[in-house]
Nanobody
Framework: QVQLVESGGGLVQAGGSLRLSCAAS????????MGWFRQAPGKEREFVAA????????YYTDSVKGRFTISRDNAKNTVYLQMNSLKPEDTAVYYC????????????????WGQGTQVTVSS
């Protein structure tokens, strides 16, 4: 079992930055691919970024490439999402998720989810 707790969301103006954190419980954090997803009101949950168990490989959806950076610290059981140059369309609830397998952009393949943290970008 893995429990995930996100933090770091908030209200920011367009062009600003936020760093999300996701703290995981359990001794096997390093075996999991970690992902960030987001869900805006009235929309489906969408893939944002993922990182391999070692942290050496990362994946991003096209709309955030060059603006967002995913990273992880296995010693601290934490994964991060640094978000720069934020846009109003980035407004959503952001979720971190863990998958015991290869990476995927498909939310239904992830095994564990956090409760989400709200990110609001004002124009």
């Amino acid at each position: 079992q893995v429990q995930l707790v996100e933090s770091g969301g908030g209200l920011v103006q367009a062009g600003g930055s936020l760093r999300l954190s996701c703290a995981a419980s359990g001794r096997t954090f390093s075996r999991y691919v970690m992902g960030w997803f987001r869900q805006a009101p009235g929309k489906e949950r969408e893939f944002v970024a993922a990182i391999s168990w070692s942290g050496s490989v990362t994946y991003y959806t096209d709309s955030v490439k060059g603006r967002f950076t995913i990273s992880r610290d296995n010693a601290k059981n934490t994964v991060y999402l640094q978000m720069n140059s934020l846009k109003p369309e980035d407004t959503a609830v952001y979720y971190c998720a863990a998958r015991d397998g290869t990476w995927s952009p498909r939310a239904y393949l992830y095994d564990y989810w956090g409760q989400g943290t709200q990110v609001t970008v004002s124009s």
